[in-house]
Antibody, heavy 116, light 107 residues
Framework: QVQLVQSGAEVKKPGASVKVSCKAS????????IAWVRQAPGQGLEWMGW????????DYPQKFQGRVTMTTDTSTTTAHMELRSLRSDDTAIYYC?????????WGQGTLVTVSS | DIQMTQSPSSLSASVGDRVTITCRAS??????LNWYQQKSGKAPKLLIY???SLQSGVPSRFSGSGSGTDFTLTISSLQPEDFATYYC?????????FGQGTKVDFK
């Protein structure tokens, strides 16, 4: 089964951008849809959107449209999620996961802290 | 957007107890319903997909049922390693949405 390994923790100032990466161990990377889910401290899970690694098609919920961009690099089997105009309430753990109708497997998570 | 509502939000139970968590969707989602377990500091783990299919490697004490708008996750005999937070999630449409979670702790 594919494994997803995410980039390390980030600390950003309000208004900045962050780019989180998610590297897949499997050469069949282009067959996957990669979803991003975040979890604020002590809170539940929130879907941020997904990207089809085969054709690059994306789907973002209205809440994040205009502020998030998801991309993939098939040469490195890596997915990226960039979130711009960061606010304090963007402080969260950001997870990637493959979505084949359910989220499995998941990356280990990346803590993004937004603080002045 | 489809709203997912879990109940209860938390429960206290003992080892060996039968535990039932319910999840209700704001509209019919067929069997496009998944369940996850999350332990503190860890990524969520898929338990049940398509309402009632047990993910490979998940103990058989976990089971899921339901269709349409009402779903249930049952743990037949709670084990020490099952104390965690459980989430339901619909995959009927986007945006994908989760229930608010049910925390299972020691009585």
């Amino acid at each position: 089964q594919v494994q997803l390994v995410q980039s390390g923790a980030e600390v950003k100032k309000p208004g900045a951008s962050v780019k989180v990466s998610c590297k897949a161990s499997d050469y069949t990377f282009t067959s996957y849809t990669i979803a991003w889910v975040r979890q604020a401290p002590g809170q539940g899970l929130e879907w941020m959107g997904w990207i089809n690694a085969h054709n690059g098609n994306t789907d973002y919920p209205q809440k994040f449209q205009g502020r998030v961009t998801m991309t993939t690099d098939t040469s490195t089997t890596t997915a990226h999620m960039e979130l711009r105009s960061l606010r304090s309430d963007d402080t969260a753990i950001y997870y990637c996961a493959t979505d084949g109708g359910w989220f499995d497997p998941w990356g280990q998570g990346t803590l993004v802290t937004v603080s002045s | 957007d489809i709203q997912m509502t879990q109940s209860p939000s938390s429960l206290s139970a003992s080892v060996g107890d039968r535990v039932t968590i319910t999840c209700r969707a704001s509209q019919s989602i067929g069997t496009y319903l998944n369940w996850y377990q999350q332990k503190s500091g860890k990524a969520p783990k898929l338990l049940i997909y398509a309402a009632s299919s047990l993910q490979s490697g998940v103990p058989s004490r976990f089971s899921g049922s339901g269709s349409g708008t009402d779903f249930t996750l049952t743990i037949s005999s709670l084990q020490p390693e099952d104390f965690a937070t459980y989430y339901c999630q619909q995959s009927y449409s986007t945006p994908r949405t989760f229930g608010q979670g049910t925390k299972v702790d020691f009585k």
